[in-house]
């Protein structure tokens, strides 16, 4: 549907944040509002969604084999956590000290070994229900982000499901529909004339002018011909929704919650001065004041080649900094009571190291970081073998890490949705909790 065609006496205020498919805001707000069942969710808790896309190693992160041959053990030694007994990677220092704030979940396993596939189970807790790319009548799973959007209702013109800096493979509303997918925040918050897309009025209009052309629209709303006939008048239906685009536009939370200038220096050094940092930072903010779901996509970690150096020298001292600052900073701050944080990626990688200096993909072990929302620090559940082959105690499944997110959210992960073509669904098939994250 294009909105604009019809009312283009509106144009101005359609700035597109809902812009998915062609959507303005209006359009996302008047189909929330269509697709929005009642009632409202006592249930309060954020989740912050670290997606580390390409499968992050559990040997070089939390799940380290110091006693394993040579050749599968890797190259790097490990490092004390804040936790008597327990060590993590050495390249994950910061980390390895806050270990007391958060567990870590070490015997996920399932048998998806390609990315698609992956990416989907991880990303909504359900297979794929055929190989990715098959079929053209293949029914996939709505996101995390999304099921939870769709329950929550929007706050100080926010959108209920943010993704930065785009949207995992999988981290789509699928059957939902559209006003249920992410708002993207492609810009990186760390350049110094960072301004989310869309969120502020253009420059070359100026707040003045603006607020003389929302009058201008609002007096031609109230003409005769409109107000005489609205119940037959379409555009009257969008002037709920265009009103909505103009807080969300003018709306104080919103602009401060985006405007991440306004943090001290201090804070913004201890995430990290660099793109994944700040981005983490960024996250904090959008949930602190009432975005439900925040997915941080971080990629480039799969490392079939020189793995040992690349994560060395660039994917894991941003990890560490800012995940460690995010865990910190909410604790601090006393977030921590009503912030999910979650660290995965789609599966871990190979015990064996390649010929190439890599490990390829392994989905039979895997490490998932878990903190906040009443979640015990440092605690480690489950276990791999001796050598990391595969998890073989207390051994979970990804729907068990679905219902245990959704059960946090105050989700019934048992519930039957509808598909688009009205077939009921399961948001979560046969998954148990991880009992250990309620304790």
């Given amino acids: 549907m294009q909105v604009q065609q019809h009312t283009h006496r509106r144009d101005f205020i359609q700035t ?6 062609g959507l303005t805001i209006p359009d996302m707000l008047r189909l929330r509002a269509e697709a929005k069942a009642a009632g409202k969710q006592v249930n309060d808790t954020r989740c912050i969604l670290v997606w580390l896309d390409g499968g992050p190693s559990h040997y070089e992160t939390f799940d380290p084999k110091p006693e394993a041959p040579d050749g599968i053990r890797g190259e790097f030694d490990t490092v004390a956590t804040s936790v008597p007994g327990v060590h ?5 220092p910061h980390l390895a000290k806050a270990f007391d704030k958060y567990t870590v979940v070490r015997s996920i396993a399932h048998k998806q070994n390609n990315h698609g596939a992956g990416n989907h189970y991880l990303m909504t807790g359900r ?15 709505p996101s995390f982000g999304s099921v939870i ?11 209920g499901y943010v993704s930065l800096p785009k949207m995992s493979r999988s981290g789509g509303p699928n059957f939902l529909g559209a006003p249920f997918a992410p708002f993207v925040i492609s810009e990186d918050p760390n350049n ?15 707040d003045e002018r603006a607020e003389n052309r929302r009058k201008l629209r609002e007096n031609l709303d109230n003409l005769e011909r409109i107000r005489d006939n609205a119940a037959n008048d379409p555009a009257v239906s969008l002037d709920e929704f265009y009103r909505q685009s103009h807080e969300l536009v003018y709306s104080k ?19 990290g001065r660099n793109d994944f940092g700040q981005r983490m930072l960024l996250a904090r903010r959008m949930t602190e004041v009432g975005v439900p779901f925040v997915t941080v996509y971080y990629g480039g970690w799969d490392h079939h080649t020189n793995i040992f150096p690349d994560l060395k020298d660039k994917a894991l001292p941003k990890l560490d900094q800012g995940l460690a600052a995010l865990v910190e900073d909410l604790h601090e701050r006393g977030s921590i009571k009503n912030t999910l944080v979650i660290c995965l990626g789609e599966f871990g990688r190979t015990p064996k190291i390649n010929e190439r200096g890599g490990r390829d993909h392994w989905s039979f072990a895997m490490s998932v970081m878990m903190a906040g929302a009443g979640i015990p620090g440092g605690q480690l559940v489950g276990a791999t073998d001796v050598k990391g082959y595969y998890a073989n105690d207390n051994v979970y499944s990804p729907e068990d890490f679905a219902a ?17 073509s009205g077939r009921p669904v399961q948001l979560v098939s046969n998954g148990k909790l991880i009992k250990e994250l309620f304790t």
Wanted: hydrophobic share 35%.
């Fill in 88 to 92: 993590f990677s050495e390249h994950i």
């Fill in 127 to 141: 297979p794929t229900p055929v190989p990715v790319g098959c079929g053209a009548n293949v029914t996939f799973h």
């Fill in 149 to 159: 959007s769709k329950d929550r209702d929007l706050r100080n013109g926010l959108p």
């Fill in 192 to 206: 110094k004339s960072f301004k989310v897309r869309d969120v502020s009025i253009p420059e070359v209009i100026a």
């Fill in 16 to 21: 597109g944040l809902g812009a998915i498919g």
């Fill in 404 to 420: 245990s997110l959704y059960a946090k959210m105050g989700i019934n992960h048992e519930q039957v949705l509808q598909d688009q």
């Fill in 253 to 271: 939370p919103a602009q401060d919650a985006f405007d991440i200038s306004k943090e001290p220096d201090q804070t913004r050094d201890k995430y």
